[in-house]
């Protein structure tokens, strides 16, 4: 598999397009779901593979897994990017 750009080279539109494909629908269901063509749906997920470096929705299906899982490259984790819980200030002492 060739190595392309990440998630980042994508348009909005191909974004969506590519999410809905690595969830598992068909382009038809794709088109409903937007209201868009069949035809524009083809045309995002063949730009979003080209960009993206790869051959097969397949691909792109495990592409996405990998970005979403903690640690994958091109996005920081649910976990790191999430604010870590703020503790209360100790009461201060009255002098």
Known sequence: MAEG??????TKAEAKVAELVAEGLSNPDIARRLFISRRTVQS???HALEKLGLSSRVEL????????????????SAQAAAPSPQTPNPPHADK
């Open 61 to 76: 299906a495990v592409k996405r897994a990998r970005w979403q899982s903690p640690g994958g490259a091109g996005r920081p």
């Open 5 to 10: 750009g990440g998630w980042e080279n994508l």
């Open 44 to 46: 995002h997920v063949s």
